[in-house]
């Protein structure tokens, strides 16, 4: 019996599930992935499509590590980030509109960059899918220069990483030999990086261009289908809660689709006061939703709610400090309140492949070098609920399928 070797296997595999793909968009009338500007940025597919993308995707990126060998592998591929900052930050995608094209000293003289690193960049980004030159010296926009240039988001995206977590990161280690085991926002990569013992979330709030940028880069993350409110709205048990508070919320988007979902709840959304100035109430939710100043790390003063919701900030924050947070809650707590954290939960290990598993562990590490923050698992939300108050009891994980967050639920019996 002759054994199929794994790289046939792969192959397979991907011969497979692309056509699964093709036939899909085939009799859709759907365009076939192409980096003509024509081709739109995303498209919508239904889950087993969307599987089979992901099928391919994931045995296309092992088949990549095994022809390379162990070797090559271990060495860091190209990386596109030097381009795709200089692109972002010269303003570059922007320079002539998608359909015309331009020359590499037209292009430089608008960006004010010198013609010699306007070439260089370029054809380094082209390595990449990112702009073509049709003919010598003639530069033209691909989907993917057109999506810089067209969907703002992107930009502000690739300009918060490339200017605050990727300078973090290259120092990550230099921050873990000076000060080891530290759980301190200002003892990190970040802070070596710009010189400062002010921790990253007040050096940026304290520039006006850093802070929209960062704010901008959030809102492009939280649009990602695999953060759709929905996912916490449609999948927890809410029953008949009565009062739901929502802290650390924002603007209260996440409030409001809760309130709207289940209409026996009453929700109270806290954040900054600045934060929240200025936000409106709807009229459909008059007299079932209000917003208040308060800052997390103070004494919870809303008491005896039903639930207490806090998505997307504990990740921003070390064990010490998250359990600060938790433990301003206790005081306002009646006996069997919930709690309900609606964060990452990293998967066990060995439980995803490497392809899968990489963002959220590139995510983990990134949290460390600028925040010396962390993204958890299980048992670290079950060790962290311990280390605040053993009365926290019952801990629940949900995680939706399609979801990047999952609900970690426990409940005060105290």
């Known amino acids: 019996m002759v054994l199929t070797s794994r790289i046939v296997e792969l192959s397979a595999t991907i011969h497979e599930q692309t056509t699964k793909v093709d036939a899909f968009l085939a009799a859709n009338n759907l365009p ?3 980096f003509d500007i024509s081709c739109p940025p995303k498209l919508s597919l239904p889950p087993d499509i969307q599987a ?3 099928a391919v995707l994931e045995a296309t990126d092992e088949l990549t590590a095994l022809m390379l060998g162990p070797v090559e592998s271990l060495i860091p591929p190209p990386n596109s980030w030097i381009s795709v900052t200089a692109l972002q930050r010269f303003k570059i995608a922007n320079s002539f509109p998608p359909g015309e094209s331009r020359t590499f ?3 430089a ?3 004010s960059i010198p013609e010699s690193d306007c070439r260089r960049l370029l054809r380094h980004a082209m390595a990449f899918y990112i702009f073509s030159e049709p003919s010598p010296g003639v530069v033209a926009h691909t989907a993917s220069s057109k999506a810089l240039a067209e969907i703002p988001p992107v930009g502000s995206f690739i300009g918060f990483v490339a200017e605050e977590m990727l300078p973090a990161s290259t120092r990550l280690v230099d921050a873990m030999q000076k000060w080891p085991s530290s759980e301190e926002s200002n003892e990190t990569g970040f802070a070596l990086t710009y010189a400062t013992d002010i921790p990253m979330m007040q050096v940026i709030s304290a520039d006006s261009r850093r802070a929209q940028q960062m704010g901008n880069a959030m809102s492009f993350l939280h649009s990602r289908p695999g953060e759709n409110v929905q996912y916490l709205v449609e999948n927890f048990p809410w029953g008949d809660t009565g009062l739901l508070v929502d ?4 603007k209260g988007t996440v409030g409001m689709a809760i309130a709207r979902y289940a209409p026996k709840i009453e929700v109270v959304v806290q954040d900054k006061p600045e934060v929240i100035k200025g936000t409106e109430v709807p009229e459909d939710l008059q007299g079932r ?3 208040i100043g308060h800052d997390f790390f103070t004494e919870q003063p809303v008491k005896g709610a039903d639930i207490y919701l806090i998505r997307n900030v504990l990740h921003d924050w070390s064990d010490k400090y998250a359990a600060k947070i938790l433990g301003n809650l206790i005081p306002a707590l009646k006996k069997g309140a919930r709690v ?3 964060d990452r939960c990293l998967p066990p290990p060995g439980a995803l492949s490497p392809y899968k598993s990489r963002q959220p562990r590139a995510s983990d590490l990134y949290m460390k070098g600028i925040q010396n923050a962390k993204e958890r698992d299980s048992a670290d939300w079950t060790q962290l609920f311990e280390s605040v108050d053993p009365r926290f009891k019952n801990l629940e994980v949900i995680s939706p399928q399609g979801s990047f967050l999952s609900m970690i639920s426990v409940t005060w019996e105290g």
Do not use: F
């Not at 802290?247 to 924002?250: D, H, R, S, Y």
């Open 52 to 54: 089979s993308r992901e």
């Open 289 to 291: 939703l209000q917003l």
């Open 247 to 250: 802290v650390g919320g924002a």
């Open 109 to 111: 003289k608008a960006c």
């Open 105 to 107: 000293a037209e292009i």
């Open 340 to 342: 309900l954290v609606n």
């Open 32 to 34: 076939t992935p192409s």
